[in-house]
């Protein structure tokens, strides 16, 4: 009965996790001017950073996929020129400590189909 018990409980608290998104680097042709609170909750997507490198720009978003990224940006009118996912947590104490250079040396570039190219 004990394993019962105990197999249930770890269902249930496995069950009530929340999906798990993905860190995605996404670099813009132009500048980031931010999006609104309701944008964001409406997709899932929280937005962790932005910041613009030798002339490129980037923003970084916690989001569950790349469509949810897509539709963002969609909505947004803004054009974007290229994807990647994130191999790290950009915020973790470690990773913060790495140069913006360093950082960006960790993306996984994703197919994408919605880029400007």
Do not use: K
Request: net charge negative; hydrophobic share 50%.
């Amino acid at each position: 009965m004990t394993r019962h018990v105990l197999a249930s409980a770890i269902l249930a608290v496995v069950a009530g996790l929340p999906a798990t998104a993905e860190e995605f680097v996404v670099q813009l042709g132009s500048a980031y001017n931010g999006a609104s609170d309701r944008l964001l909750a409406s997709l899932e997507t929280t937005e962790i950073q932005s910041f613009s490198v030798e002339g490129a720009n980037f923003v970084i978003l916690d989001a569950p996929n790349e469509a949810y990224v897509q539709a963002f940006f969609y909505a947004l009118r803004q054009d974007v020129v290229g994807l990647n996912v994130l191999e790290a947590n950009w915020t973790a104490p470690a990773f913060a400590e790495l140069s913006l250079a360093q950082r960006l040396g960790f993306l996984r570039p994703v197919q994408c189909e919605f880029c400007r190219s």
